[in-house]
């Protein structure tokens, strides 16, 4: 497994890479980055496909910007450049949580980059929560990313997460979940995200009324016991994705990928053979 740095569109991003063969892209979800993808991105390099995990703008190893006008049409525009810069003409995006968001926004703006969509328990179709909005204020912003920074905090958030954590929620996720909030340029970064609200939302850019848009063959994945967007939100994203498919996984959580390795892997397996 490779890790590859480019500055697309004047930002550096980091991703890592594996295999050969047609191009499939993974996005992480908020506070995450590449690492989460690290072993599907093995898995799939040994069945034929060219993975790539890609740390958004802010998150990962990627450049954290205090100054960058975070947003959808930022992310998509980064995805869209990644791929023509190291000559892919189109990708299999497969997104989870809050890059499910930047991948749809980047299939509606960029739809020649865009093959096909696995999206995973995605962000977008929810109202904002007080505390998103008031994680973009100075000082206090900061602050609550420094107090969810503890490692017991980190703990509870991801247990909340799991629908059987006690396999997963160990050392390693914890500390990922730590360090993705903590320092001072993760922080400017996430403040300054978490202040750009609205240029982040799907609704709020227009860009969730343009979902009819896209045209290419989209699953959709969620765990039956979803707390964080629940199976509401999976059912508002199928009816507003045309031709969607809803994959609903029993006894999972918010991080199928994770938490049922084997049947993600086999909805997935099957959704990219069934589309070439």
Request: glycine letters at 10%; charged letters at 15%; one cysteine or more.
């Amino acid at each position: 497994m490779r890790s590859r740095w480019l500055r697309v569109n004047g930002y550096q991003l980091h991703w890592i890479e594996a295999g050969y063969g047609s191009a499939v892209l993974l996005l992480h979800g908020f506070a995450g980055s590449c690492a989460d993808w690290a072993p599907t991105v093995a898995w799939l390099a040994e069945h034929g496909y060219r993975a790539l995990a890609v740390d958004a703008l802010g998150f990962g190893r990627s450049e954290k910007p205090a100054n960058a006008p975070y947003g959808l049409v930022l992310q998509s525009d980064l995805y869209a450049g990644l791929l023509a810069a190291l000559g892919i003409e189109r990708a299999t995006f497969v997104a989870h949580s809050m890059g499910g968001k930047y991948a749809l926004a980047t299939a509606i703006r960029h739809p020649d980059r865009v093959a096909r969509l696995t999206i995973v328990a995605t962000d977008g179709f929810v109202d904002p929560s007080p505390l998103t909005i008031i994680g973009g204020w100075p000082v206090i912003g900061e602050t609550i990313l420094w107090l969810s920074a503890h490692p017991a905090v980190v703990r509870a958030f991801l247990s909340a997460a799991f629908h059987n954590p006690a396999p997963h929620v160990n050392a390693e996720l914890i500390e990922r979940g730590r360090e993705a909030i903590s320092g001072a340029a993760n922080r400017r970064a996430l403040t300054a995200l978490s202040r750009r609200y609205a240029a982040t939302d799907l609704t709020l850019t227009g860009l969730r009324a343009r979902l009819h848009e896209i045209r290419v063959p989209t699953l959709l994945i969620w765990g039956a016991q979803d707390r964080v967007f629940s199976l509401n939100n999976a059912e508002t994203a199928r009816r507003e994705i045309p031709g969607a498919q809803l994959v609903v996984i029993p006894q999972c959580g918010h991080f199928p990928h994770i938490e049922a390795v084997r049947p993600f892997r086999g909805l997935l397996s099957g959704f990219l053979a069934q589309y070439g």
